[in-house]
Structure formats: structure tokens, C-alpha cells
């Protein structure tokens, strides 16, 4: 419309001045007609979906069996679908399977899945896909809460005190949140859902006028009829172990390697020192060779620091651990971390010294492995101790009884009492790989040694290998033993 001559202009101005209130402008006009053209609340889809068409199967798995667990639809294509879910509603979903959200008419912010009976587990990053499928990366990497002792810990301080409690839990709850790429419409978690859990599922999206819309559900994950595996460890709670003492976690059975990250990822090591402050402690699981059965060990990248408490968490019951096989039990360790008291066998000066806490306690002459029977160099571990053992070989034909024995490893090294071998301790190499000492000595180094000490071997002709022990944990470079992780 148009207004021509002054008479009309007036008369709109006074039109104007009877509808508009006296404070107006044209900013605030402005924003009336952006809020007639708010955009509709955004829709809310979840969904339980099969693991992605390109995840391996596992060796031990028959392609029938691998072929069985695949579906039609990929994870991508399956994100977006789903039914619709009202904010705190509640949802049931299948487990074995990985929650998908999506939503209509807006782009996700953040983020969360977390399963309240295990607050120490860390959250699921999950993976990113826009409205036509594509996966996203995400901007935040994989958080976790509670463990100090982590694989992706990059920390080198293990003497890092935690930071005030006011500041952990900030930090707790920025970690409880993924952070979305630009233009995600749909999330879908990355490890399998575990059967009779209970998830909260938290998300934030944004809608094209800039508003944010908070969503939550409860996700009910239905039982399983699938066959327990056991899990079990050497180790008991109170048990004070040297510095070199790995955590190991055994199964009844194998678990498929399609499933090592499911069981991984629930796991958290915590480590404080004697006054309860945590350590920072960088550390990683190595999934070891199936013996038959399957191991599982966490070991630090350096010795643990001395004096300190270790606390394992390891909610396993029914996590899937191969087809139709789930984790039978939880299991919780809590143990300590002794003196630091490491040992160093020289083959070449035949002297064997102990240290406590860098002081030495112990300098002791000593008989090797000979050149036909060498000792192994390289970071044993004291594996248990007994005041009187026979020791036997087929290879060498004999049948010895010893005293005051310390194993170090399962290939038949021991430190012993060797008094037929004392005019050779300090000069010549005359074992079958074992550490020879005399009786008195042999028995004063045994009243000290407990599991976990590390025990080095130094100056002989072969090395140690990674196979025939329980323990072999310390004969990987660290860079080797990370890529063992399932989560590497």
C-alpha cells in the first residue's frame, strides 16, 4: 500500500500510533515476527539396531553364524528410524543390540547414554550421522568417568594428585555430555546394549531458530537366555603386591573378539595414594593369547608408583562375551601397591641386588644359566614362593629338591638355594636358567619377596619371550602392548 500526500502520511502515522505501544521500535517488531516464525518442537525418534554390516566377525565364529547377526540394514542407514518418544518417556529395548536416536526438524548438540548402577564406567561416544546417513566425526573424543588409570590417559605424572572436589565433579559432569558435529540428526551408540540394564539417554538438540530442546528417556534393556561365562583374577582384595604386579582378569571360556571392546570399555582401574588423593596412572588393557581361555590384563606404562591403593571395577555380568555366551559376574578388586622393591641379576658380573624404595638392601654373588641352559634377559615377575620345591626337567634329566624357591616365570626360572652350586656364585654360570644362591642368602631375599616385584636379567644371550608365561606383560614395548587393547 501507498500513501500519497502529507494528509495520508498523517493519517497512517496516527494509525500506526493506536495499534503500536508507546516503547516500540523497530527491533522489537522485528522480533515479534521472528517469534510468529518459531520453529515446531523438534521430533524424537529411538530405536534398537543391529551392530554395523562391516564390524569383523570373529575367527572362532562360522560365516552361518556371522551371516546370522547381520541385518539387511546397516547402522547408518538404520539411524533416523525408529518411533517417536515423548521427553522422559521410557523405552524397551532388545539387548545385544545398540540404541539409535534421531531427530526431526533439528540437529543434535550433545549427547549422553550412561548406566546409573555403574557410574565409574565411562559414557558411550557413539558415532554421528547426518540427514542422509553419512557418519560425522565427532568433535569430543571418548570421555570417561571415574578411572585414573585409563587407556587413553595421557598423563606421565604418576605421582598427579586428583584436583579439588569442586573441580572433579565439574569435569565429571563436562565428561558426561558428547559434544555433535555440525549438522548430526541422528546418534548410535557404539557398544552393545546389556541385558537387564537400565540406560538414561540424555540429548539436546537445536532447532533452525536457534532454540535448544532438552530430551530425556529411560532405556529398559530386556533379559537374555544366553549361557554365563565366568570371570575371575589372581588377585584378592587387601593383597599388598610389588610394583610390577598386573591386574589379570580370566574367563571360563573364549570371548569372541567381535565382543573384547564390549567388555573392555565397562572396565575403570582408580589408583590413590595412602592419604586417598588419586594418582594419575597411565595404563592400558592387552588382551594376551587365549590360554585356552581367554585373558585379559591391565598393566601402567611404568612400574605402579609405590604405596598406593588400586581399585578395579569390572561390571561384566551379562555383557556379551561370544554368540549366545554372556559374562556371568561383576567382580571388584581393591589391593595395594607395596615397597618398591625391584631386582637386577647380572650373567656377566654374577652379582644379583636388590633395591628398596632406589636403596640398596641386597648385593649377593650369583650363578646363572649356563651356556647350554641361558637365563632369559629382561623384566621377570615374582609369580609365588615356596619354602621347599622340587624342581624337575625331562629336557635335563633331573629331579632336585630346593629350598627357599621364588618363581619368576613359567619357563622354570626361579631364584633358589643352590648349595651345590656356592664355589661357582660370583664367577661362572652353572644353572639350568635359574638364579643360584646359597642357602642363608637364599632364604634372606625370600622373606622379602612378594608377587608383582620385578625381577631383571641382564647380560645373558637370550631374551625373554612374549609366550610361555602367565605373566609376559613387561616383555612388550609399551607402543605393543597398547595395540593389544580392543579399544586401541
Partial sequence: MRFRGAAAALSAVALLAACTPSDSSPDSTRKDAATEQASPAPVFRIDDVAEPESKEADDQESTEDAESTATPTSTASAAGSGDVVESGAEVDLKSGKRVSLSVDGATLTDISLTDPDHPRMGIDPGVFFDGSGTELDAEDGEATAGGTATPKSESKDTEATAPAAEDAAAEDAEAAVVTAPAESTSWVSEYDLVADSTYELTATATTPDGKEHDFTSTVK????????MAVRTVLSDDQTVGVAAPIILTFGSTVAKKYRDDVERRLSVEVTDEDGNEREVEGSWAWLPDDPQSRLHFRPKEYWPAHSKVSVDAPLKDVPTARNRVGENDLTIDFEIGREQIVEASAKTHRMIVTREGKEIMNFPTSLGSPQAPSYNGIHVVMSKHANYTMTSERWDYETPTQWAVRIHNNGEFV????????????????????????????????????????????SSVDLSTEASDISDWVYEWDEWKELSALD
Fill in 221 to 228: 534393556v530386556k533379559g537374555t537366555d544366553a549361557s554365563a
Fill in 416 to 459: 633358589h638355594a643352590a648349595p651345590w652350586s656356592t664355589g661357582a656364585q660370583g664367577s661362572r654360570n652353572v644353572s639350568h636358567g635359574c638364579i643360584n644362591l646359597s642357602t642363608a642368602r637364599a632364604k634372606e631375599y625370600y622373606d622379602t619377596a612378594i608377587y608383582g616385584d620385578p625381577v631383571v636379567i641382564k647380560g
